[in-house]
């Protein structure tokens, strides 16, 4: 069952289009990866979905939540379901976290806001939480700040503020990118332990690929502001159908087999000023034609579950239509 | 043991600056005030036989070098003696101790107005920011600070006094005595606060950890006060620590407008008369509140910044 649905998501800083329609659904319980480069609007997705962007952005679109609409509802609703239905945890714990107020202040804020807790309760289930997420001597650690911590540590403290609230979903933004490379394990861990426990859903973010493919169900590609490609985690690694995922999953370097020399996509990213017309990766795809700068492909079912915005799409319905354009040809 | 060490560090270091910073506010009083003219010149008659100035001049010690007066006074300072007040014949430090109570009620009051009215101000114009909360906070902000201040206590004894007859214009027996000089005082304080409390406010509110409030549901006023507010009362703290020393120093102005008997008036009428002891005082003690409010303010920091109160204890958790 669908928990969140995002249709027809658009964005614009200053009247410059930066997300382009984004068509996303969550089920219960389900993990959805999010990947693509720095800026290809990952985050703004899910900033704009929650009404965290400032208020210079423009947002459209719908977001409907459990089938409610929750885009530009009123604060009083929206700061029920942040925290409370949807949390969010970020890149960078430390400064997420609020550098003067203790920890314990912190967790039990979203205790009393969303549980309604107070006192003592808010102080009993806090330790809780932080057991919960591992960090140790609990009972003494509450009255500590941010900065007494490690960057795991917080982290961990962000994730139990996060679950302070039950959400049924959690948007993880980058949750690891800021770490050292073990403690990105833990951390990846602790979230799935998470998952386990309470069936709650989850949105990952993240521009690496490993990440998501050990972590969710269902990955999409993002590039300049578009979703390109959706798919099975597990079939999108072995089979990208968009060039730029499988650019994306080209570029990782292969654990088994002969050293080889790693792919890189040539070419950056489109300033979201200036996008080439047509579709935004045209010009550094392998695979370009002339229809390829005539409009944005639209997004476009094949096979399980799967999308890809790409003129390619139709080879991938109609295995046979390349022979008979050859022969047309 | 580590944290009182680190805090006993701390005081130490501060003190060694605090004395330095004193030593060199006196030299320059000395010298520029021995060379900015003759003080006997101001003292006596103008027809005052040589040979009585002469023996004024060995009576005050004006007859050695400066380097000697210079050293003599070091050493008496030293001692708890300030000097003797030509003008007054009494010890200069008690001429202006007398004088301290009515600077620290009008420059204290003065203070604690201008941080009523300029924080919430400031917090105010954050909540409507970019609208015409903001914009109105902020004119009035500029209003207060670039009006000179001689020049509206003018306004305000013309006002008040003058057309209205509701205060005194001068004097320091009524408690309407002090309204005027608090608002001259307190407004370009209460400007500055505002005004920082603002920028300092619209600073937090970028910083990652204010959406991560949002995203977890905080709504926008605890969000404001309870986030934003206490990150961003640490710079306006500061800011105060300087502000006392422009209580005290820019009471000058407004104490002898309003004929306030404080030590700005003094301090006016002392270098008039080249009472040099006196002005020396003055200064001193000047320099020494200054000292005295940045070592509170690193005192206020360390209790308001978590950060910091770790940096206190030295190091380690």
Not at chain 1, 305 to 319: F, I, N, S, W
Request: aromatic share 6%; proline share 6%; charged share 20%.
């Amino acid at each position: 069952m669908t928990l969140v649905a995002i249709e027809g998501l658009t964005v614009d800083f200053d009247g410059v289009r930066v997300l382009h329609g984004i068509d996303l659904h969550v089920g219960k319980g389900e993990a959805v990866g999010l990947v693509g480069e720095s800026g290809s609007g990952k985050s703004v997705t899910w900033l704009a979905a929650l009404g965290l962007l400032p208020g210079k952005a423009r947002v459209g679109g719908r977001v409907k939540l459990e089938g409610a609409d929750i885009l530009g509802a009123p604060d009083q609703t929206l700061d029920r379901i942040r925290g409370g239905r949807i949390a969010m945890i970020f890149q960078d714990p430390a400064s997420a976290l609020n550098p003067v107020l203790t920890i314990r202040r912190q967790i039990g804020e979203s205790l009393a806001l969303h549980r309604g807790l107070s006192g003592a309760a808010i102080k009993a289930e806090a330790r809780r939480l932080l057991d919960l997420v591992g960090i140790p001597d609990a009972e003494r650690r509450l009255s500590a700040y941010p900065h007494e911590f490690s960057g795991g540590q917080n982290q961990r403290i962000m994730i139990a503020m996060a679950l302070a609230g039950n959400p049924d979903l959690l948007v993880a933004d980058e949750p690891t990118t800021a770490l050292d490379a073990t403690i990105q394990a833990q951390i990846l861990d602790l979230i799935r332990d998470i998952r386990r426990e309470t069936g709650m859903a989850l949105v990952l973010i993240s521009h690496d690929l490993g990440v998501v493919a050990q972590t969710c169900d269902r990955v999409c590609v993002m590039y300049a502001g578009r979703i390109v490609e959706e798919a099975p985690a597990a079939v999108l690694f072995d089979d990208p159908a968009h060039p730029y995922a499988s650019g994306l999953i080209g570029a990782l370097p292969a654990i088994e087999g002969p050293r080889q020399r790693l792919s890189a996509i040539a070419g950056t990213v489109p300033d979201p000023r200036a996008l080439p017309p047509g579709c935004s990766f045209g010009p550094r795809c392998l695979h370009a034609t002339g229809a390829c700068t005539q409009a944005p492909p639209a997004l476009t079912t094949f096979g399980d579950g799967r999308r890809m915005a790409c003129v390619l799409a139709k080879y991938r319905l109609e295995p046979t239509a390349i022979a008979r354009e050859l022969v047309d040809a | 043991m580590s944290r009182l060490k680190g805090f006993l560090w701390f005081l130490a270091l501060r003190l060694a600056r605090a004395t330095a910073t004193l030593a060199i506010c006196v030299t320059i009083v000395f010298v520029v005030l021995r060379s900015a003219g003759d003080p006997l010149a101001s003292l006596l008659p103008d027809d005052t036989p040589p040979d009585v100035v002469e023996i004024y001049r060995e009576r005050f010690g004006l007859d050695q070098s400066i380097w000697q007066q210079y050293l003599g006074y070091l050493q008496s300072v030293a001692h708890g003696d300030f000097g003797r007040s030509f003008v007054h014949h009494r010890d200069a430090l008690a001429v202006v101790w007398e004088r301290v109570p009515a600077t620290l009620e009008l420059g204290g009051l003065a203070l604690i107005a201008a941080v009523l009215i300029g924080v919430p101000l400031g917090v105010l114009a954050t909540f409507g920011r970019n609208t015409w909360v903001d914009r109105a906070a902020m004119s009035a902000a500029v209003f207060g600070y670039s009006l000179p201040n001689f020049f509206l206590a003018i306004l305000l004894i013309l006002w008040l006094s003058l057309s209205l007859r509701l205060l005194p214009s001068a004097g320091s027996d009524l408690p309407q005595h002090l309204i005027m000089p608090i608002i001259v005082l307190g407004a370009p304080a209460a400007a500055k606060i505002a005004r920082f409390t603002r920028t300092s406010m619209v600073e937090v509110i970028g910083q990652p950890f204010m959406r991560a409030a949002a995203a977890k549901g905080v709504p926008t006023r605890p969000r404001l006060i309870g986030h934003a507010f206490p990150n961003a009362a640490i710079p306006v703290v500061t800011f105060l620590g300087f502000e006392i020393g422009a209580m005290i120093g820019g009471g000058v102005v407004t104490e002898t407008i309003f004929a306030w008997p404080g030590l700005g008036r003094l301090l006016v009428q002392a270098v008039g008369q080249r009472d040099l002891a006196v002005v020396q005082t003055i200064v001193l003690m000047i320099a020494a509140t200054m000292v005295c409010a940045n070592l509170l303010v690193d005192l206020a920091y360390g209790w308001l910044d978590p950060r910091v109160r770790v940096g206190l204890r030295g190091t380690g958790k």
